[in-house]
């Protein structure tokens, strides 16, 4: 690895570092029942279009030969496919099985859990939230550089902003499994009790990550090492590093707003913009 992309991976790790003590500190202002089940939904709308946007990504590295080579460029995808198999399916069995629908399922079980919704009731909150989840979705589609006419550079900021999401996503997981032990650990006790229909634990979506997340980060960067290495200019290289650089802090701006952000939620019922626990029709028995 060259000296600029080692030093371009410390300061990414030291990033996320810093973006986890931000995501503990945003997790523990949820004093109540309705504030953490709004941050929930919201990370939910947050990761659900990371792996389809890196497929794509990978999709178009993959017919980029006249930048990277034929081989060299399909051994780049490889390594973005390889970051998110787990998304699409179970490694243990090998079995079709979307992490999406095991977070959504965990994100279910949780609001009735604490709120004592039925399915239809919580299915019903869920949908709420589905302008934040497109608006994400158009969000995520351009930290990948996938709406960026530049091929070249949206490709880079792309692989950058991939690179942050899975350098992060192993620090998050980490700071939310800590969290669940010491503010909700009555709810990953029930997680830990119920599977979803394809036999899956609902808590493994948190509790696998752990683990799952550091392996695809090392995919992802390994992902820019080898796209850097196939370039065939010094002033492409040069490009595409400013572009990685880009493509980090468009994650962390991202993130940042998503995540960390002040409770902004439009009750389903009474239509007002405040917090799941501080609804005018007190709808979701937060108090």
Same mark, same amino acid.
């Given at each position: ?7 371009l991976?410390?300061?990414?790790k ?44 990978a ?20 390594r ?6 787990? +998304?699409? *399916? %179970? ?5 079709? $099985?979307?992490? @999406? ?6 994100? !279910?079980? =949780? ?11 919580a299915?019903?909150?869920?949908k709420?939230?589905?302008?934040l ?22 490709t880079?900021?792309g ?28 709810l ?7 599977n ?13 990550? +752990?683990? *799952? %997340? ?5 995919? $992802?960067?390994? @992902? ?6 196939? !370039?065939? =200019? ?42 799941l ?11």
């Amino acid at each position: 690895m060259c000296e600029k992309l080692e030093l371009l991976q410390k300061a990414l790790k030291i990033e996320a570092r810093e973006f986890a003590e931000r995501f503990m500190f945003r997790l523990n202002m949820n004093s109540f029942k309705g504030d953490f089940l709004d941050w929930l939904l919201r990370y939910d709308a947050f990761n659900r279009g990371f792996p389809g946007a890196a497929a794509e990504l990978a999709g178009r590295i993959a017919g980029m030969i006249d930048y990277f080579g034929d081989i060299e460029a399909e051994m780049i995808a490889s390594r973005v496919i390889a970051a998110i198999t787990d +998304e699409f *399916l %179970e490694r243990r069995t090998g079995a079709i $099985a979307l992490h @999406s629908k095991l977070r959504r399922e965990l994100a !279910l079980f =949780s609001l009735g859990n604490l709120l004592a919704h039925s399915r239809s009731e919580a299915l019903e909150i869920v949908k709420g939230y589905d302008p934040l989840r497109k608006e994400i979705l158009i969000s995520t589609r351009k930290g990948y550089g996938l709406e960026s006419p530049f091929i070249l550079r949206g490709t880079f900021a792309g692989l950058g902003f991939f690179a942050a999401s899975e350098t992060s996503g192993s620090s998050e997981f980490v700071v939310l499994n800590r969290y669940m032990d010491e503010r909700w650990p009555q709810l990953k006790a029930a997680m830990q009790t119920v599977n979803d229909e394809q036999g899956r634990e609902l808590y493994a979506w948190i509790a696998d990550h +752990e683990d *799952l %997340e550091a392996d695809h980060a090392q995919f $992802a960067f390994n @992902s820019i090492e080898l796209a850097v290495q196939f !370039l065939k =200019s010094d002033m492409e290289r040069d490009i595409a590093f400013v572009e990685v650089e880009r493509g980090v802090s468009n994650f962390f701006q991202m993130a940042n707003e998503v995540l960390l952000s002040p409770l902004r939620r439009i009750c389903p019922r009474c239509k007002h913009p405040v917090s799941l626990n501080t609804c005018a029709c007190a709808g979701y028995g937060g108090h």
